[in-house]
T-cell receptor, first 112, second 114 residues
Framework: DAKTTQPPSMDCAEGRAANLPCNHSTISGNEYVYWYRQIHSQGPQYIIHGLKNNETNEMASLIITEDRKSSTLILPHATLRDTAVYYCIVRVSYNQGGKLIFGQGTELSVKP | DTGVSQDPRHKITKRGQNVTFRCDPISEHNRLYWYRQTLGQGPEFLTYFQNEAQLEKSRLLSDRFSAERPKGSFSTLEIQRTEQGDSAMYLC????????????FGQGTRLTVV
């Protein structure tokens, strides 16, 4: 079963920051938080991941709370092409196979 | 293109027929995962390989399903005696078998059973 909880949908104005929340209150100490997104009819696309520290790459920033029970994915300047379903995933540890257990995700609609 | 490749992209088959899908992972990725995704749902884990060894199978993987990765490189997923409920997108992903490394997905094979 998925270990994350996300809002089913969100809207964001084009050019504004999109902040997508995720709760993962049962995360274990060696489990990473991963974010993927999926545009209709395509395979999931990796965005970012983190363990404890905040992370930033060319696509997004990931803010993880100190107790690791929640995180926020930030798309700093959302574009229409960022419209997709965003999945927050607690990845099973390497020794348990490292599989990704997807939940329902958040459907983000970026509007002009 | 050095990403994960899946073939075919689309497959339409009649109920009761057998189908086989292929996945070519990123070179040197020792872990390979299969997922199934139905409309409106997130991908569901089916099975994974560490090199050529199949280490875990989900309860979703009925006895009509079989997956192989004979030389630890490409993998095949076969469905025997297909049913309409097998209609879905079948996704493959690969990663290096180390903690904290990302998994990359292919574009999937969309199966329609008529």
């Amino acid at each position: 079963d998925a270990k994350t909880t996300q809002p089913p949908s969100m809207d964001c104005a084009e050019g504004r920051a999109a902040n997508l929340p995720c709760n993962h209150s049962t995360i274990s100490g060696n489990e990473y938080v991963y974010w993927y997104r999926q545009i209709h009819s395509q395979g999931p696309q990796y965005i970012i991941h983190g363990l404890k520290n905040n992370e930033t790459n060319e696509m997004a920033s990931l803010i993880i709370t100190e107790d690791r029970k929640s995180s926020t994915l930030i798309l700093p300047h959302a574009t229409l092409r960022d419209t997709a379903v965003y999945y927050c995933i607690v990845r099973v540890s390497y020794n348990q196979g490292g599989k990704l257990i997807f939940g329902q995700g958040t459907e983000l609609s970026v509007k002009p | 293109d050095t990403g994960v490749s899946q073939d075919p992209r689309h497959k339409i088959t009649k109920r009761g027929q057998n189908v086989t899908f292929r996945c070519d992972p990123i070179s040197e990725h020792n872990r390979l995962y299969w997922y199934r995704q139905t409309l409106g749902q997130g991908p569901e884990f089916l099975t994974y390989f560490q090199n050529e060894a199949q280490l875990e199978k989900s309860r979703l993987l009925s006895d009509r399903f079989s997956a192989e990765r004979p030389k630890g490189s490409f993998s095949t997923l076969e469905i025997q005696r297909t049913e309409q409920g097998d209609s879905a997108m079948y996704l493959c992903a690969s990663s290096l078998g180390q903690g904290g490394r990302e998994a990359f997905f292919g574009q999937g094979t969309r199966l329609t059973v008529v």
